[in-house]
């Protein structure tokens, strides 16, 4: 039992040496997230207290009842209209975007001359890093009603002006679409480095059979990169209900003329941050990113449980 015990801790000990560098490489990420996602995650605790700046987070009482602060989104009279928009919103982009971003990938992975290729990826990805406020001033320019591109092309054909900022329908177009363009090169990058990772030999093969590049497509590239493209869609899962600052800074930055576009652009976190500025509500803040983080969550572990009845191997946990 003493060899043995000796035997295991060096094995241990030699796995550690050469793990090492790896480990060291996660440091830095998992310091990041334990800092910005796991240390405020006391901060919960408010979503059941009124808070009193005065008293801190562990001094301010708790309300009564326990779930007062989750009433100011539920009994809103718009509560319905931002849940339905932030959903579909999130559905209909994550579709859009992982069917962009696998077709792009493909089509980047046939282009032969390697200049050629970074340069395309180089424009594909240029969007992902602006800001939503420099994408609201390019569609600002392409929109505006007398000084907008879209309606001098339109009035010069002999039409008439479309004015985009007062109609709510145009946006449940163009919201999605800039979304799209904004984001795809990233995922697309990814998708990219999945199709690198290929074994060239299954291309080989197929092509000796006689299969026509679509047919390698078909059964061979889009087969392989299926974990990868289940992975990611299980994480856009846990976005669904998420309206937050990160990805949807478009809808902060969007002028509205009086509120005209909220019917079509007011999302969960859009809604809840007007309302919060006017009452300066922690506690009710606090309610309605819980309630997202519960569902978005759940969502993940009902997706997670779906897909591993059907591929267990494709599974994210």
């Known amino acids: 039992m003493g060899l043995n015990s000796k035997k295991k801790k060096g094995v241990r000990k030699r796995s550690l040496k050469r793990q090492l560098p790896f480990y060291l490489m996660m440091a830095p990420g998992l310091f990041f997230i334990g800092l910005l996602f796991y240390l405020p995650m006391p901060g919960v605790i408010l979503a059941f207290k009124d808070y009193n700046p005065v008293d801190g987070l562990f001094g301010s009482k708790w309300v009564d009842p326990l779930f007062t602060n989750f009433e100011f989104f539920f009994k809103s ?102 979304y799209v363009w904004k984001n795809v090169g990233y995922y697309s990058v990814l998708y990219v480095a999945a199709i690198a990772g290929i074994n060239t030999d299954y291309y080989e093969a197929a092509q000796l059979d006689g299969a026509s590049k679509w047919q390698q497509i078909k059964y061979v590239t889009l087969p392989l990169i299926r974990p990868t493209v289940i992975v990611l869609s299980l994480l856009w899962v846990g976005k669904l209900f998420n309206g937050g600052l990160g990805d949807w800074n478009a809808f902060y930055t969007l002028p509205n003329d009086a509120g005209a576009l909220y019917k079509a652009t007011d999302v969960i976190d859009t809604y809840v941050f007007r309302s919060l500025k006017k009452i300066n509500d922690y506690g009710m803040s606090a309610a309605v990113g819980l309630y997202q983080s519960v569902i978005g969550f759940a969502l993940v572990l009902l997706s997670n449980m779906v897909i591993k009845k059907i591929d267990p191997d494709s599974a994210l946990f």
């Open 77 to 178: 009279e718009t509560a319905r209209t931002v849940t339905v928009n932030t959903l579909v919103y999130n559905t209909l982009e994550a579709v859009l975007v992982t069917v962009c971003a696998v077709a792009l990938a493909i089509l980047l992975n046939e282009v032969g001359n390697k200049y050629l290729s970074a340069a395309y990826k180089g424009a594909i990805l240029l969007p992902t890093f602006l800001s939503w406020v420099v994408i609201q001033y390019i569609l600002f320019g392409l929109l505006s009603v007398d000084r907008g591109i879209v309606n001098h092309v339109i009035t010069g054909l002999g039409g008439e002006e479309v004015y985009w900022y007062s109609e709510p329908a145009y946006w449940r177009v163009i919201m999605p679409l800039a």
